[in-house]
């Protein structure tokens, strides 16, 4: 292209990070700032944030912020101050992260949500309900997305009688209908509980059809807890199911080997073989930045 605009930079960038190509993106946002060509505006931004959370590259989103300070046209606020608090939360820097939402001159339900998502994914359950309780004082009313946060808080903190609250008030008093997402927290709730009894009768009374998210949160209850006759149960309804992958079908296998049960362990590995699915290899990643 001849002439090349900050729109058509950003689609670049953008783009990239919606395939899950996130070095490439983040080599996209490097090659525009060096070429002087245009300058980055705020979906630029917002979208190499959300990079940098994905990538939990916590150096180069500190960059970003860096740099939105030293642009004056640029507003930490809305759409780019709640990007900047999601990657501070996801590389758990839960001090920034707060820091920014409170700079924030209007706070919008994604502000809040984010804050208390991030409290929760950080091993501040108490204090993200805190913060919730905060959120209902200053009129905001919660989302679905609210309550999974707040669920998920519960269920790592292990409240139970609060998360059964939430659950509850959740379908009465706001009137949300709740999703897969909050049925698979309520059974990691339990299953976290060692209350895998309970987490498996709250799955069969459902009134929607389980999907690997909530029977994954019952193997892991039974991986933590080492029960065997649940994980039979739930065994029986994950095998040959749509949208299983792999990494289930090893944990299944593996729990299946600690239990000395080597005919099963061996036959979902040949399961896996026949139908063809394997589990993702792990990797790691290290930021050179880090080890200076």
Same mark, same amino acid.
């Given at each position: ?5 900050? +729109? ?13 190509? *996130? ?16 300058? $980055? ?15 939990? =590259? ?13 642009? /004056? =046209?640029?507003?930490? =606020?809305?759409?780019?101050?709640? @990007?900047?608090?999601?990657? &501070?939360?996801? %590389? ?9 939402? !409170? ?16 409290? @929760? ?15 209902? %004082?200053?009129?905001?009313?919660p989302d679905g997305i609210t309550f999974i946060s707040l669920l998920s808080a519960c269920s790592h903190a292990g409240l139970i009688d609060k998360g059964l609250v939430f659950f509850k008030a959740m379908q009465d008093?706001?009137?949300?209908? $709740?999703?897969?997402?909050? *049925? @698979? %927290?309520?059974? =990691? ?7 895998? +009894? ?8 459902? $009134?929607?059809? $389980? ?7 019952? +193997?892991? @209850? %039974? ?9 039979? !149960?739930?065994?029986?309804? /994950? ?16 729990? &299946? ?7 099963e362990a061996y036959h979902l590995r040949d399961i896996m073989g026949c139908i063809g699915v394997r589990k993702a290899p792990g990797c790691s990643r290290v930021d050179a930045s880090d080890l200076r």
């Amino acid at each position: 292209m001849g002439k090349r605009d900050v +729109v058509t930079w950003t689609t670049m960038l953008g783009g990239y990070a919606q395939r899950g190509y *996130y070095e490439e993106a983040v080599r996209i946002f490097q090659e525009m700032l060096q070429g002087g060509e245009v300058q $980055p505006n705020e979906a630029t931004l917002v979208n190499v944030l959300h990079v940098c959370a994905l990538l939990g =590259d916590l150096s180069l989103g500190k960059w970003v912020h860096s740099y939105m300070d030293g642009r /004056l =046209d640029v507003v930490k =606020d809305g759409n780019v101050g709640n @990007a900047l608090m999601n990657m &501070y939360a996801k %590389c758990g820097e839960m001090g920034m992260t707060l820091k920014v939402f !409170n700079e924030l001159k209007r706070k919008d339900l994604f502000s809040w949500s984010i804050g208390i998502g991030g409290m @929760a994914m950080n091993g501040y359950g108490k204090q993200s309900l805190e913060l919730f309780s905060l959120m209902l %004082c200053h009129g905001i009313v919660p989302d679905g997305i609210t309550f999974i946060s707040l669920l998920s808080a519960c269920s790592h903190a292990g409240l139970i009688d609060k998360g059964l609250v939430f659950f509850k008030a959740m379908q009465d008093t706001y009137g949300i209908t $709740p999703e897969l997402g909050h *049925y @698979a %927290c309520m059974v =990691d709730m339990y299953g976290r509980a060692g209350l895998l +009894v309970e987490a498996e009768a709250f799955m069969k009374n459902m $009134p929607v059809e $389980p999907d690997q998210t909530v029977l994954g949160a019952l +193997v892991n @209850a %039974c991986k933590l807890h080492g029960n065997e006759k649940i994980l039979e !149960n739930v065994s029986r309804r /994950l095998v040959g199911a749509s949208g299983v992958g792999g990494g289930t079908y090893t944990l299944l296998s593996n729990m &299946y080997s600690n239990f000395k049960r080597w005919t099963e362990a061996y036959h979902l590995r040949d399961i896996m073989g026949c139908i063809g699915v394997r589990k993702a290899p792990g990797c790691s990643r290290v930021d050179a930045s880090d080890l200076r």
